[in-house]
């Protein structure tokens, strides 16, 4: 079959669902991750014709983004600081804006980062503190999950990446009482959450192929407490920072004037809050005093 002719039925299939720009970079990322074939293909060779074996592995993925689900875990892999990350239903899927919150430390720390000690909390796929081992000098990173299936993802992601992040389970609720995780016992010149944040009331604001396919657990907060797990890291940081520690968060685009009160509250000086690359107030920076 002619390989623009599935692109058409592409097209006619799915743009009512996700726009056509959005569907041009689903069938050119396919093409790529299966059949290693660039995106500009198609000019090239308008005529194209894939076999059989190919046609069943294309349209089997059109039948999944018909159900919503998420192109990262049709193929298996998110991209996240110019690194492939595997990805499935137990870990949130990367996003750019988190990657603008890791490109921040790596600003702040360019020419100051040997010896570095870094906490991730909330470690998911482990893309944060994976992507910060990769870019620093010598730093000894670590990073939590409560959960142990997410955790098995950011293991693997280590292992292919060739990293060397420690980490370990733990539940960031309860923190200030656990004091049997050694590796909670030292200090941190740097720690980061990008810790559930999304209110009950915004699910309806949220396309299905988030609800339906990545962690409830990772995403949502009650509307009456949407702060519960910032106001654990901040207070966990204000006690387990060197002093001029930075702690780095990200946060939810409605709450950050609320965010930057808690941080002011609790022994954080200079504290600079952030607008992501669509202008939303997406991430917050404090230095323990």
Request: hydrophobic share 40%; net charge negative; with cysteine.
């Given at each position: 079959?002619?390989?623009?002719?599935?692109?058409?039925?592409?097209?006619?299939?799915?743009?009512?669902?996700?726009?056509?720009?959005?569907?041009?970079?689903?069938?050119?990322?396919?093409?790529?991750?299966?059949?290693?074939?660039?995106?500009?293909?198609?000019?090239?060779?308008?005529?194209?014709?894939?076999?059989?074996?190919?046609?069943?592995?294309?349209?089997?993925?059109?039948?999944?983004?018909?159900?919503?689900?998420?192109?990262?875990?049709?193929?298996?892999?998110?991209?996240?600081?110019?690194?492939?990350?595997?990805?499935?239903?137990?870990?949130?899927?990367?996003?750019?804006?988190?990657?603008?919150?890791?490109?921040?430390?790596?600003?702040?720390?360019?020419?100051?980062?040997?010896?570095?000690?870094?906490?991730?909390?909330?470690?998911?796929?482990?893309?944060?503190?994976?992507?910060?081992?990769?870019?620093?000098?010598?730093?000894?990173?670590?990073?939590?999950?409560?959960?142990?299936?997410?955790?098995?993802?950011?293991?693997?992601?280590?292992?292919?990446?060739?990293?060397?992040?420690?980490?370990?389970?733990?539940?960031?609720?309860s923190l200030m009482s656990e004091t049997s995780t050694k590796e909670l016992e030292q200090k941190f010149d740097v720690i980061i959450s990008n810790p559930p944040y999304v209110r009950e009331l915004e699910k309806a604001d949220m396309r299905n192929n988030v609800i339906d396919h990545e962690p409830s657990l990772a995403l949502f907060v009650p509307d009456e407490d949407p702060l519960k797990f910032y106001n654990t890291v901040v207070n966990f940081a204000a006690e387990h920072l060197n002093e001029n520690g930075c702690l780095y968060l990200e946060i939810n685009q409605y709450l950050?004037?609320?965010?930057?009160?808690?941080?002011?509250?609790?022994?954080?000086?200079?504290?600079?809050?952030?607008?992501?690359?669509?202008?939303?107030?997406?991430?917050?920076?404090?230095?323990?005093?």
């Amino acid at each position: 079959m002619l390989l623009r002719e599935i692109k058409n039925i592409y097209h006619s299939e799915l743009d009512a669902i996700y726009g056509k720009e959005e569907v041009n970079s689903f069938f050119y990322l396919l093409i790529e991750h299966y059949f290693d074939l660039e995106r500009f293909v198609l000019a090239i060779q308008p005529d194209l014709v894939i076999d059989k074996k190919q046609e069943t592995i294309i349209f089997q993925a059109l039948s999944e983004l018909k159900l919503e689900k998420p192109i990262q875990h049709i193929i298996g892999i998110a991209y996240f600081m110019d690194l492939e990350f595997k990805v499935n239903e137990d870990v949130l899927i990367p996003r750019p804006e988190t990657e603008e919150l890791v490109r921040w430390i790596l600003d702040d720390f360019k020419d100051t980062a040997k010896n570095l000690t870094i906490l991730d909390m909330g470690t998911g796929s482990g893309c944060i503190p994976i992507s910060l081992y990769k870019n620093l000098t010598d730093a000894k990173v670590f990073g939590l999950d409560i959960s142990a299936d997410a955790l098995k993802v950011a293991e693997e992601n280590n292992r292919l990446l060739g990293a060397s992040v420690k980490f370990f389970q733990a539940d960031m609720l309860s923190l200030m009482s656990e004091t049997s995780t050694k590796e909670l016992e030292q200090k941190f010149d740097v720690i980061i959450s990008n810790p559930p944040y999304v209110r009950e009331l915004e699910k309806a604001d949220m396309r299905n192929n988030v609800i339906d396919h990545e962690p409830s657990l990772a995403l949502f907060v009650p509307d009456e407490d949407p702060l519960k797990f910032y106001n654990t890291v901040v207070n966990f940081a204000a006690e387990h920072l060197n002093e001029n520690g930075c702690l780095y968060l990200e946060i939810n685009q409605y709450l950050g004037k609320e965010t930057k009160q808690l941080l002011e509250k609790s022994n954080f000086k200079t504290i600079e809050l952030r607008k992501d690359m669509f202008g939303y107030d997406r991430m917050i920076k404090g230095i323990r005093k």
